[in-house]
Structure formats: C-alpha cells, structure tokens
C-alpha cells in the first residue's frame, strides 16, 4: 500500500552536475508563457550541489 503523505519524487536536470537527479523539495508552481498563457513547471533544489533546478511540465488540462 503506498503512503498518500509521500509526493511522487520528481526528476530534473542539473546543469552544474550534468546528470538527471531526484529534485529535493520539489513545489509545482506557474510560469508565463507566450500568448499570455500559464505554462506548469517544478521547482526544486539539487540534493547534491544545492543549485536550483526546473522541470517545465505539460499543459494542466
């Protein structure tokens, strides 16, 4: 059975260590995109170096 409080774990590209990594503290927030459109992306840190990373996610529908 899995446990609801835990969020799926959420993959993104890290451009200081070259390498897809597990996002920590990943937060799903909003970005402007063109034609004044929201465009859906994560947020979140590198467990390793600690630099910032972005997933940009599909349309929410």
Known sequence: ??????PEPVTGYCVK???KR???DAKEVTMKGK?????MAMTGTC???GTKMF???G???
């Not at 059975?1 to 835990?6: E, L, P, R, S, V």
């Not at 034609?35 to 465009?39: A, D, E, F, M, S």
């Open 35 to 39: 034609g004044g459109k929201t465009r």
């Open 17 to 19: 260590c070259k390498t």
């Open 47 to 49: 467990p390793v170096c």
């Open 55 to 57: 997933r940009i996610m």
């Open 1 to 6: 059975m899995a446990d609801a409080t835990k």
């Open 59 to 61: 349309n929410k529908k």
């Open 22 to 24: 597990e996002m920590k």
